[in-house]
């Protein structure tokens, strides 16, 4: 019989030696990083990516969505929680459209809450949500800040949206 799945909350990025002594210790275990106080740039969970099987949620902040800001998150496929901040709003196309497959492709996902929304297009927010819930099997959340209109969200059968950008991300809430 399989052990039951145990999480672990993290309110720091941990290192790379806590991960590994944590998995020796409890080997199904999965590491939380999605309720830090702050967002944390990619390049601040870089050496967890060896890890990204292992990790269920995480809190980043994406600045322009180029290619060095999504390759890494490649590895962390197997979330169910994201919590995302877009800081800039000088995203190109392309680049936004990079990180939408890459949500696309995280079909675990059940929790998306968006701290700062996409401010370089209008569509941004719709787009999103699109790729977020329209290949998922069961139902997702969507989290957004309660000042933010969603009126003009499609009416997908997975998706939920909510006015909490701040909720809890664990496997207890879910």
Known sequence: ???????????YVPTTQEVETLLQQTPHAKINIANTKQPCDISQISHLTDYGHCINGIHIEIDI???SEIEPLWSF??????????ASDEVLEDDFNGFLTWLENADKLEALALETQPRHQDDGLHLLSIY???SKQFPVSLFVKNNVDTTAMPSLPALQVLSHANAAMTINSF
């Open 77 to 86: 496929l197997e979330l169910d929680f994201l919590r995302i901040s877009f």
């Open 132 to 134: 977020f819930a329209a």
């Open 65 to 67: 969505c180029d290619a």
């Open 1 to 11: 019989m399989e052990s039951p799945l145990k999480e672990v909350m993290f309110e």
